[in-house]
């Protein structure tokens, strides 16, 4: 079945460590795109890729970064300059010009 | 920038009641979208109204677009137990894959 896998599904973290999610996708998508959701807070988005090796900065890019050198992968790392890393971490694709996004299961970050 | 205001945040109903959930625009939109978040799952997509006021059905599910396209509803009647979870709308104003913006959401609670 075609879609969108994330892991880790739970990650705990130092403060001061950098840590990568993984996104990987299997419907051909051309735009990739990671949110962050906070309770009460909606979806907000912090980077997202149209075509290999470019990507754009969202809404709250500050702390994270990432890349895009294969269609399918979109990885994020959350570096430690990032001062409230603890969130649900949502990797989304789709097909362009739709604007309808499929997700995946998410991540779960928890700083400790 | 563009905002998507979404009320109620929260919605205790009965099973068998109807719910409405509501979306506002400050600006015009192209499409706006709705979808569904169980608890602990990911979002999921329902549905794309691109008209000035069309009306969609999904079984007891009513999505409406206004005249001005800058507001939404979503009206579920006879809510089920299986209707619980967040409901979001995500407004899309063009100008790229950044231009979608979510609503905060409202929390369906059903109490049986």
């Known amino acids: 079945d075609g879609g969108i896998t994330q892991s880790p599904k739970y990650l705990f973290r130092k403060e001061g460590q950098n840590v990568t999610l993984s996104c990987e996708q299997n419907?051909?998508?051309?735009?990739m795109y990671w949110y962050r959701q906070d309770p009460g807070q909606g979806l907000r988005l912090i980077y997202y890729s149209q075509i290999v090796n470019d990507f754009q900065k969202g809404d709250i890019a500050e702390g994270y970064s990432v890349s895009r050198e294969k269609k399918e992968s979109f990885p994020l790392t959350v570096t430690s300059a990032q001062k409230n890393p603890t969130a649900f971490y949502l990797c989304a694709s789709d097909s362009s010009g739709a604007n309808v996004l499929t997700f995946g299961a998410g991540s779960r970050l928890t700083v400790l | 920038g563009q905002q998507v205001m979404q009320i109620p945040q929260y919605q205790h109903v009965q099973e068998g009641e109807d719910f409405t959930t509501y979306c506002n625009s400050s600006?015009?939109?192209?499409?706006i979208q709705w979808y569904k978040q169980r608890p602990g799952g990911h979002p999921v997509f329902l549905i794309q109204?691109?008209?000035?006021?069309e009306v969609k059905k999904q079984k007891r599910l009513t999505f409406q677009f206004g005249e001005a396209k800058k507001n939404s509803s979503l009206h579920i009647t006879a809510t089920q137990t299986t209707d619980v979870g967040t409901y979001f709308c995500a407004g899309y104003s063009g100008g790229g894959a950044d231009g979608l913006t979510f609503g905060k959401g409202t929390h369906l609670i059903i109490q049986p």
């Open positions: 419907l051909n998508h051309d735009a």
């Open positions: 109204l691109v008209k000035s006021g």
């Open positions: 600006t015009t939109l192209s499409n």
